[in-house]
């Protein structure tokens, strides 16, 4: 079956860093998205890895693995607005999104 | 604003009554979705529409009712609705939905409670 797994809940200091992990089973791969959603808010996208390895965009980046399922979203000098759920997806071979349960980061002053 | 917005943000309804949500991505997108998302629970895709034609139907119960006049508006029929599916019901829009990076855009949601 088809699986994503994230942890429910991350606590974490305002000015520290925190990594976010995603381990992925889906039918076919083709790549992994992190969304971000604010409560009461849409999902807005992070970033997208189809490729092993690092991608970096300004105070966050995600990290691909393919040959272990596995991902992570770094977030650096957190602030109090990186408060929110944090959503990873697959896209399988039939480019659907398979979707985590999120993984709600709560930052402390 | 992501380009993509609904209506109404919240309702509520009885399980006899009848409901439209109604999403407009102004976006140049040709693919759509409804997806239900409820607490502490992964995002669920119901219907997805590619250039107006209906690609995925994840075997959503028939109290559900997609409609896509042209490749901007959807709308989410709803009747005889029961509790349970009171969610917070989320649109989304991409290019299309066979492409790689295929990022989608999402509205606000509904927020629906059925009493």
């Known amino acids: 079956g088809q699986n994503i797994d994230q942890p429910t809940e991350m606590t974490a200091t305002e000015g520290a860093i925190v990594q976010i992990n995603c381990t992925y089973q889906t039918s076919g791969f083709n790549g992994l998205f992190w969304y971000q959603q604010h409560a009461g808010e849409a999902p807005t996208f992070l970033s997208y890895?189809?490729l092993d390895g690092l991608e970096e965009k300004g105070r966050f980046s995600s990290f691909l693995s393919r040959s272990k399922g596995y991902s992570y979203l770094l977030l650096k000098e957190l602030q109090m607005k990186d408060s929110a759920s944090y959503l990873c997806a697959s896209m399988d071979s039939n480019y659907q999104l398979i979707w985590g349960a999120g993984t709600k980061l709560i930052i402390k002053p | 604003e992501t380009g993509v917005t609904q209506t109404p943000r919240h309702l509520v309804m009885g399980m006899t009554n009848k409901k439209s949500l109604k999403c407009e991505q102004h976006l140049g997108h040709n693919a759509m979705y409804w997806y239900k998302q409820s607490a502490k629970k992964p995002l669920e895709l119901m219907f997805v529409?590619?250039?107006?034609?209906?690609?995925e139907n994840n075997s959503v119960p028939s109290r559900f009712s997609p409609e896509c006049p042209n490749s901007s508006h959807l709308f989410l029929h709803l009747h005889t609705l029961q509790p349970e599916d009171s969610a917070l019901y989320l649109c989304a829009s991409s290019r299309g939905p066979s492409t790689g990076n295929g990022e989608q855009y999402f509205g606000p949601g509904t927020r629906l409670t059925v009493t």
């Open positions: 890895n189809v």
């Open positions: 529409y590619s250039l107006e034609e209906r690609v």
